[in-house]
């Protein structure tokens, strides 16, 4: 019987397969490896066929009670995000017959607050905040491009991540993104951002780059 780590690989393997974003599929191994690490360790739950309500109830109190390095709790998207991944993961078993029908439930569903921002940066202000961005590095000089593109497009910062060369058109200051439910969609930019942006590509990205036939847009 395959151990609950195998079957994470083949999930993430049939998530890739529906679509689901990069930056998605590593959040759900990034939360869900982190239960599994947590059923193992602390309760020795290796395989499907030992994992209990009571398990899930013992990692749900885990997570709530969970502190950031500074000694904060944890964020409501933060624990939203992580039951959300393991819900997903556990239906997924129910209906492969791994495990049974409705154990899923035992993790609570929070509902996420929907406030309003409080306040909106001026113009002003948003440009000297990106100002203070050291663009005298390499990674700094990419950071500030990256910056500039997120605010006068407005997209998502996953779109920006999983931008590719053919993707960017520097002519008509257009960017061709891929969104939620792998809907592709084209958002304008401005000057400056352009102006970044072809400095980028022509003085900052070629130094940082190890493979010639790379086509991602940012490199890390």
């Not at 499907?48 to 964020?75: C, E, F, I, Y």
């Not at 996953?158 to 002519?171: A, F």
Request: aromatic fraction near 6%.
């Amino acid at each position: 019987m395959k151990t609950l780590k195998e079957h994470l690989a083949d999930f993430l393997d049939q998530t890739e397969v529906d679509g689901r974003s990069p930056c998605t599929i590593r959040m759900l191994r990034h939360c869900i490896g982190h239960m599994l690490r947590w059923l193992e360790e602390t309760q020795n739950v290796k395989g499907p066929d030992q994992l209990g309500r009571n398990h899930l109830d013992l990692w749900s109190k885990s997570v709530r009670s969970r502190r950031t390095a500074k000694g904060m709790p944890l964020q409501q998207t933060t624990i939203i995000k992580q039951f959300d991944s393991d819900r997903s993961f556990l239906q997924w078993l129910e209906r492969n017959g791994s495990l049974p029908a409705g154990l899923h439930k035992e993790l609570p569903r929070i509902k996420r607050d929907r406030l309003l921002p409080t306040s909106v940066l001026r113009h002003e202000q948003m440009e000297q905040l990106l100002k203070q961005t050291d663009i005298s590095t390499a990674d700094g000089f990419q950071l500030r491009a990256m910056e500039e593109l997120l605010y006068t497009s407005g997209m998502r910062v996953g779109e920006l991540l999983s931008l590719n060369l053919d993707s960017v058109d520097l002519t008509a200051r257009t960017a061709r993104v891929m969104g939620k439910g792998r809907k592709e969609r084209i958002v304008p930019f401005g000057l400056t951002a352009c102006d970044f942006l072809e400095a980028y590509l022509t003085g900052i990205r070629p130094g940082l780059l190890r493979d010639p036939h790379e086509t991602a847009f940012w490199l890390d």
